[in-house]
Protein backbone atom coordinates (compact mmCIF):
# COMPACT_ATOMS: atom_id res chain seq x y z
CA UNK A 1 0.00 0.00 0.00
CA UNK A 2 0.99 3.29 -0.94
CA UNK A 3 1.77 5.98 2.20
CA UNK A 4 2.92 8.52 -0.48
CA UNK A 5 -0.18 10.42 -2.18
CA UNK A 6 0.13 11.75 -5.51
CA UNK A 7 -2.33 13.26 -8.05
CA UNK A 8 -3.25 9.86 -10.66
CA UNK A 9 -2.65 12.84 -13.55
CA UNK A 10 -1.30 16.04 -14.85
CA UNK A 11 -1.45 17.75 -18.56
CA UNK A 12 0.03 20.44 -19.91
CA UNK A 13 0.95 21.84 -23.59
CA UNK A 14 4.51 21.66 -24.87
CA UNK A 15 6.69 24.65 -23.47
CA UNK A 16 4.23 24.80 -20.35
CA UNK A 17 5.70 24.09 -16.85
CA UNK A 18 3.95 21.14 -15.07
CA UNK A 19 4.11 20.07 -10.93
CA UNK A 20 3.42 17.45 -9.48
CA UNK A 21 2.72 16.84 -5.64
CA UNK A 22 4.11 13.92 -3.36
CA UNK A 23 2.23 13.88 0.41
CA UNK A 24 3.33 12.05 3.08
CA UNK A 25 3.44 12.26 6.69
CA UNK A 26 5.04 12.58 9.85
CA UNK A 27 6.72 9.13 9.76
CA UNK A 28 7.95 9.36 5.98
CA UNK A 29 8.50 12.96 4.75
CA UNK A 30 7.74 14.95 7.49
CA UNK A 31 10.49 13.27 10.00
CA UNK A 32 13.28 14.64 7.39
CA UNK A 33 13.56 11.45 5.37
CA UNK A 34 14.82 12.95 1.42
CA UNK A 35 12.26 12.45 -1.59
CA UNK A 36 13.50 10.76 -4.77
CA UNK A 37 11.36 11.18 -8.07
CA UNK A 38 11.58 8.63 -11.16
CA UNK A 39 10.76 8.21 -14.79
CA UNK A 40 8.47 5.50 -15.92
CA UNK A 41 8.31 5.21 -19.62
CA UNK A 42 5.80 2.84 -21.22
CA UNK A 43 6.92 -1.12 -21.26
CA UNK A 44 10.29 0.21 -18.89
CA UNK A 45 12.14 -0.06 -16.05
CA UNK A 46 11.73 3.46 -13.81
CA UNK A 47 14.40 5.37 -14.54
CA UNK A 48 15.95 8.02 -11.12
CA UNK A 49 14.76 11.46 -12.05
CA UNK A 50 15.76 13.31 -8.71
CA UNK A 51 17.09 12.03 -5.58
CA UNK A 52 17.96 13.78 -2.19
CA UNK A 53 14.57 16.06 -2.70
CA UNK A 54 16.24 18.24 -5.61
CA UNK A 55 19.39 16.57 -7.10
CA UNK A 56 19.65 15.19 -10.48
CA UNK A 57 22.07 12.26 -11.51
CA UNK A 58 23.99 12.93 -14.82
CA UNK A 59 22.57 13.51 -17.81
CA UNK A 60 18.95 14.92 -16.28
CA UNK A 61 18.27 17.78 -18.09
CA UNK A 62 17.32 20.98 -15.75
CA UNK A 63 14.02 20.88 -16.67
CA UNK A 64 13.34 18.93 -14.16
CA UNK A 65 13.56 19.85 -10.47
CA UNK A 66 12.75 18.58 -7.12
CA UNK A 67 11.42 20.22 -3.69
CA UNK A 68 10.02 19.27 0.06
CA UNK A 69 8.88 21.07 2.24
CA UNK A 70 7.25 19.74 5.47
CA UNK A 71 5.47 16.66 4.63
CA UNK A 72 4.97 17.25 1.13
CA UNK A 73 7.43 16.98 -2.03
CA UNK A 74 7.16 18.18 -5.53
CA UNK A 75 8.37 18.01 -9.25
CA UNK A 76 7.99 20.59 -11.80
CA UNK A 77 9.38 20.19 -15.12
CA UNK A 78 9.50 23.21 -17.20
CA UNK A 79 9.57 23.65 -21.18
CA UNK A 80 7.19 20.67 -21.24
CA UNK A 81 8.20 18.25 -24.43
CA UNK A 82 6.62 14.97 -26.05
CA UNK A 83 9.14 13.05 -24.65
CA UNK A 84 8.35 13.65 -20.99
CA UNK A 85 5.01 12.07 -21.47
CA UNK A 86 5.51 8.81 -18.83
CA UNK A 87 4.36 8.17 -15.20
CA UNK A 88 6.56 9.67 -12.40
CA UNK A 89 6.49 8.13 -8.93
CA UNK A 90 7.86 9.50 -5.52
CA UNK A 91 10.02 7.25 -3.03
CA UNK A 92 10.85 8.08 0.56
CA UNK A 93 11.73 6.25 3.80
CA UNK A 94 9.29 5.57 6.62
CA UNK A 95 10.36 5.43 10.18
CA UNK A 96 9.10 1.91 9.90
CA UNK A 97 11.88 0.69 8.38
CA UNK A 98 10.27 0.69 5.12
CA UNK A 99 10.73 2.11 1.67
CA UNK A 100 7.34 4.10 0.38
CA UNK A 101 6.60 5.03 -3.15
CA UNK A 102 3.88 7.51 -4.26
CA UNK A 103 0.73 6.51 -6.27
CA UNK A 104 2.19 7.74 -9.32
CA UNK A 105 1.17 10.32 -11.83
CA UNK A 106 0.26 10.14 -15.70
CA UNK A 107 1.74 12.85 -17.58
CA UNK A 108 0.15 13.85 -20.65
CA UNK A 109 1.46 16.33 -22.92
CA UNK A 110 -1.35 17.83 -24.88
CA UNK B 1 28.86 -0.10 -15.86
CA UNK B 2 26.80 -2.13 -13.01
CA UNK B 3 23.97 -4.34 -14.49
CA UNK B 4 21.30 -6.48 -13.12
CA UNK B 5 19.22 -8.68 -14.69
CA UNK B 6 15.94 -11.13 -13.12
CA UNK B 7 15.39 -14.37 -14.28
CA UNK B 8 12.77 -16.92 -12.66
CA UNK B 9 9.52 -18.52 -14.06
CA UNK B 10 6.92 -16.22 -15.45
CA UNK B 11 3.97 -18.54 -14.27
CA UNK B 12 3.29 -19.55 -10.81
CA UNK B 13 0.48 -21.80 -9.30
CA UNK B 14 -1.81 -20.10 -6.89
CA UNK B 15 -0.92 -21.21 -3.20
CA UNK B 16 3.06 -22.19 -4.25
CA UNK B 17 6.21 -20.22 -3.62
CA UNK B 18 7.46 -17.33 -6.17
CA UNK B 19 11.09 -17.84 -6.70
CA UNK B 20 13.60 -14.95 -8.61
CA UNK B 21 16.71 -14.06 -8.74
CA UNK B 22 18.68 -11.10 -9.62
CA UNK B 23 22.51 -11.76 -11.34
CA UNK B 24 24.36 -8.73 -10.76
CA UNK B 25 27.07 -7.72 -13.04
CA UNK B 26 29.66 -4.88 -12.93
CA UNK B 27 29.81 -4.43 -9.17
CA UNK B 28 29.85 -6.94 -6.13
CA UNK B 29 26.19 -7.34 -3.64
CA UNK B 30 29.07 -7.61 -1.04
CA UNK B 31 30.20 -3.85 -1.37
CA UNK B 32 29.56 -2.09 2.39
CA UNK B 33 28.17 0.99 -0.13
CA UNK B 34 24.88 -0.28 -1.15
CA UNK B 35 21.63 -2.03 -0.37
CA UNK B 36 19.93 -4.05 -2.69
CA UNK B 37 16.16 -4.31 -3.27
CA UNK B 38 13.21 -5.92 -5.41
CA UNK B 39 10.20 -4.01 -6.15
CA UNK B 40 7.03 -4.99 -7.91
CA UNK B 41 4.55 -3.63 -10.53
CA UNK B 42 1.01 -5.45 -10.62
CA UNK B 43 -0.29 -4.84 -14.27
CA UNK B 44 -1.81 -1.02 -14.75
CA UNK B 45 -0.84 -0.13 -11.06
CA UNK B 46 2.11 1.53 -9.39
CA UNK B 47 5.40 0.54 -7.75
CA UNK B 48 5.45 -1.56 -4.25
CA UNK B 49 8.23 -2.16 -2.49
CA UNK B 50 8.92 -5.91 -1.63
CA UNK B 51 12.21 -5.79 0.70
CA UNK B 52 15.70 -5.46 0.40
CA UNK B 53 18.89 -6.84 2.30
CA UNK B 54 22.55 -5.68 2.77
CA UNK B 55 25.79 -7.66 2.42
CA UNK B 56 25.75 -8.15 6.76
CA UNK B 57 22.20 -9.98 6.58
CA UNK B 58 20.21 -7.51 7.53
CA UNK B 59 16.62 -7.95 5.42
CA UNK B 60 13.69 -5.72 5.50
CA UNK B 61 10.91 -6.17 4.49
CA UNK B 62 7.33 -4.97 3.32
CA UNK B 63 4.88 -5.32 6.29
CA UNK B 64 2.40 -6.00 3.89
CA UNK B 65 3.39 -9.43 2.31
CA UNK B 66 2.46 -10.52 5.62
CA UNK B 67 5.82 -12.76 6.26
CA UNK B 68 5.33 -14.17 3.21
CA UNK B 69 8.90 -12.78 1.36
CA UNK B 70 12.40 -14.00 2.25
CA UNK B 71 15.56 -12.24 0.27
CA UNK B 72 18.82 -14.11 0.58
CA UNK B 73 21.73 -13.53 -1.20
CA UNK B 74 24.61 -15.66 -2.61
CA UNK B 75 27.55 -13.79 -3.04
CA UNK B 76 29.73 -16.60 -4.81
CA UNK B 77 27.33 -16.29 -7.71
CA UNK B 78 26.84 -12.43 -7.01
CA UNK B 79 23.53 -13.14 -6.93
CA UNK B 80 20.73 -11.87 -4.64
CA UNK B 81 17.04 -13.94 -4.67
CA UNK B 82 13.17 -13.11 -3.99
CA UNK B 83 11.17 -15.81 -2.64
CA UNK B 84 7.43 -15.05 -1.93
CA UNK B 85 5.21 -17.73 -0.47
CA UNK B 86 1.23 -18.46 -0.76
CA UNK B 87 0.88 -16.21 -4.49
CA UNK B 88 -2.50 -15.36 -5.12
CA UNK B 89 -3.62 -13.46 -8.16
CA UNK B 90 -2.52 -10.61 -6.51
CA UNK B 91 0.93 -11.59 -6.51
CA UNK B 92 0.75 -10.89 -10.42
CA UNK B 93 3.03 -8.53 -11.23
CA UNK B 94 5.99 -7.16 -12.96
CA UNK B 95 9.48 -7.56 -10.66
CA UNK B 96 11.95 -5.46 -10.58
CA UNK B 97 15.60 -5.46 -8.65
CA UNK B 98 17.14 -2.37 -8.22
CA UNK B 99 20.38 -0.97 -6.07
CA UNK B 100 20.05 1.12 -3.44
CA UNK B 101 22.35 4.10 -4.30
CA UNK B 102 23.24 4.35 -0.25
CA UNK B 103 23.98 2.07 2.98
CA UNK B 104 20.34 2.40 3.74
CA UNK B 105 16.73 2.30 1.94
CA UNK B 106 17.45 5.41 -0.28
CA UNK B 107 17.21 5.66 -3.76
CA UNK B 108 17.54 3.34 -6.54
CA UNK B 109 19.89 4.70 -9.03
CA UNK B 110 20.08 1.16 -10.95
CA UNK B 111 17.32 -1.23 -11.59
CA UNK B 112 16.98 -4.67 -13.43
CA UNK B 113 14.69 -4.59 -16.63
CA UNK B 114 11.77 -6.72 -14.98
CA UNK B 115 10.49 -9.94 -15.20
CA UNK B 116 6.71 -10.09 -15.68
CA UNK B 117 5.64 -12.99 -13.13
CA UNK B 118 1.94 -14.21 -13.14
CA UNK B 119 0.00 -16.14 -10.31
CA UNK B 120 -2.44 -18.67 -12.31
CA UNK B 121 -3.79 -22.46 -12.12
Known amino acids: QSVLTQPPSVSGAPGQRVTISCTGSRSNIGAGYDVHWYQQLPGTAPKLLIY???RRPSGVPDRFSGSKSGTSASLAITGLQAEDEADYYC??????????FGTGTKVTVL | QLQLQESGPGLVKPSETLSLTCTVSGGSITSRSYYWGWIRQPPGKGLEWVGSFYYSGDTYYNPSLKGRVTISADPAKNQFSLKLGSVTAADTAVYYCARHADAGLDHCDYWGQGTRVTVSS
Open chain 1, 52 to 54: GNN
Open chain 1, 91 to 100: QSFDVSLTSV
